[in-house]
């Protein structure tokens, strides 16, 4: 069941002039200030880099009648800190980017490896050891099906689980973070207790597979 926003989220989108907008983000601040510096603080830098990163991410939420924060409402599941705090680290990255400009370790080849990557359905796929999941013209009929099969037992499987263990899964495979920045993003405390609880989601995942026919791909 989807969470209920947070009072101060709600007055904020719903406020009816300026005025009203400017004191219910005064409140939303108060309220969410910390979680928001806690992120920009967690990527590390001097304090003057941590707090251009928090201007930013503050700009970028006000920005467009908080367009980014009116999205939790339309379509927000699970805790709104949690969502929270992944947004503002895509944005602290942003800012990061913006002003270095990509790593250099930010190759051709790792493009590429990004490239690569489709959905979480293909990368959980992939973690699973079942086969890839793309298509292509040039396959038989028949091993097309049998991937739009999987592809599907996939999407059924991952749509059964919690919205935080949905989030956890995208967290790893799409945006690629390590269990430990994820426990920093999400203040989680002890990367360990993640390592077990994304193992415990692929094993969940994997289960779903099998009852629905899908075995890991031979070695």
């Known amino acids: 069941m989807p969470a209920a926003p947070p009072e101060s989220l709600q007055s ?20 969410y200030s910390d979680v928001i510096l806690h992120v920009a603080r967690a990527l590390g830098g001097d304090h003057d880099a941590v707090m251009d990163r928090y201007a930013f991410a503050l700009d970028a939420l006000r920005r467009d ?13 699970g805790s709104f800190t949690t969502w929270l705090a992944v947004v503002v680290r895509r944005l602290c990255l942003d800012e ?4 270095y400009g990509r790593a250099q370790a930010d190759s051709v080849s790792a493009t590429e490896q ?6 979480l359905t293909d990368l959980v796929g992939a973690e699973l050891g079942v086969e890839a999941l793309e298509t292509s013209a040039d396959r ?4 097309v099906l049998r991937r739009r099969e999987l592809r599907g037992a ?3 499987a991952l ?18 973070l390590s269990v430990p920045e994820i426990a920093r993003s999400l203040n989680a405390g002890s990367p360990f207790r993640l390592y077990r609880r994304l193992g415990k989601v692929l094993e969940v995942v994997r289960r779903s597979l099998e009852g629905a026919g899908v075995r890991e791909s031979a070695p």
């Open 154 to 156: 996939l999407d059924s």
């Open 65 to 77: 009648d908080c367009r980014r924060l009116r999205g939790y409402l339309s379509d927000g599941r």
């Open 159 to 176: 749509a059964k689980l919690d919205a935080p263990d949905r989030l956890l899964l995208r967290l790893r495979f799409e945006d690629d």
């Open 114 to 119: 990004r490239a690569q990557r489709r959905n």
């Open 140 to 143: 038989a009929p028949d091993e």
């Open 12 to 31: 904020l989108a719903s406020a009816p002039d300026a005025g009203a907008r400017e004191r219910a983000w005064e409140t939303f601040l108060a309220a």
């Open 96 to 99: 990061y980017r913006h002003r």
